[in-house]
């Protein structure tokens, strides 16, 4: 990737400008990939995997772990409203994993949902912590829970959760060769990987067993795999362009700049200009953050588009 003349000075200029994306050589074309539409629910392909969804998805994980998290804690009955106002408004992802503990939710949330038409994914934790139990079985006996948990008989996604080690694809090629026989049986639709560093990430360029990886990226650096986003997004633009399908999450820094609405439109803008990451999920709270997300990134879209 091209950056002539960029440095640190330079791209945190452009983003108080909102047009740090213009750093990048054609961002709208990376990878040979054509203007997106102005539609905030687009369906989008997630690389070469055979998946689609809507550009926006939600994530069940706001503040999560130790199968916790914000829609668990809150009453069901708000969360159910949440989801279901989600589904209403067409966003089609829901992201879930087995550290969040919001399976049951989303089991009877999808009872008044069209479940072909829902992309669901979950991610297995194999790392110490995160979830309750200190053994961890191999991914078939877990994503069979997973599926009695969700009440369905298949996953389209599922992601081994949060990598970190440059060695993960040696360290957890047995759950790797598990997911590829259950993807072989139709249980599991595409695999991959969450990474939570950039050498992790680095890894997953290589390895031909992603199919799809969620990767964290927002212009300021804030709950990245890197203080500076312009190494991360030289691997993002790897991934996408060797046929991954790119998932971005911690689009508002984790929540850290939630409130702060020009970093959100800048986040947004940066992100969907950059042309390599296929879609974003967002942790809604509330009905009207959903509503107010879709309603920012059409004005992203309509601004890129513009030019």
């Not at 990048?24 to 392909?45: E, M, T």
Request: hydrophobic content about 40%; overall charge neutral.
């Amino acid at each position: 990737m091209n950056i002539p003349g960029l440095n640190r000075r330079k791209f945190i200029a452009a983003l108080s400008l909102g047009t740090a994306h213009l750093l990048f050589d054609n961002p709208l074309l990376a990878a040979g990939k054509p203007v997106r539409s102005k539609d905030p629910l687009q369906v989008i392909k997630l690389g070469k995997s055979g998946v689609e969804s809507t550009l926006i998805g939600m994530g069940t994980g706001v503040h999560a772990g130790n199968r916790t998290a914000y829609l668990t804690r809150q009453d069901k009955n708000k969360s159910l409203e949440l989801l279901q106002h989600a589904y209403d408004r067409g966003i089609r992802f829901f992201d879930c994993a087995d550290s969040y503990g919001t399976h049951p939710l989303m089991a009877e949330a999808l009872q008044t949902m069209d479940r072909d038409k829902i992309t669901l994914c979950s991610k297995i934790w194999v790392r110490p912590g995160g979830i309750p139990e200190p053994e961890r079985p191999d991914a078939d006996v877990v994503i069979d829970r997973f599926r009695k948990e969700l009440n369905t008989d298949y996953l389209d996604m599922v992601q081994i959760h949060c990598m970190v080690e440059t060695d993960w694809t040696d360290t957890q090629k047995r759950q790797m060769e598990i997911l590829d026989k259950l993807k072989a049986k139709g249980i599991v639709r595409a695999h991959g990987v969450s990474v939570h560093s950039l050498d992790a990430m680095k890894k997953a360029a290589a390895s031909p067993w992603v199919d799809i990886i969620h990767v964290r990226i927002n212009p300021y650096g804030i709950a990245m795999d890197k203080p500076e986003p312009e190494e991360v997004i030289e691997v993002i633009n790897q991934l996408h362009e060797s046929g991954k399908g790119v998932i971005g999450m911690k689009l508002v820094g984790n929540g850290e700049y939630r409130d702060d609405s020009q970093k959100i439109d800048h986040a947004l803008k940066f992100v969907l200009g950059l042309g390599s990451v296929d879609m974003m999920i967002v942790g809604f709270e509330t009905t009207e953050q959903i509503d107010n997300y879709l309603s920012r990134t059409e004005n992203a879209l309509t601004a890129l588009a513009n030019g």
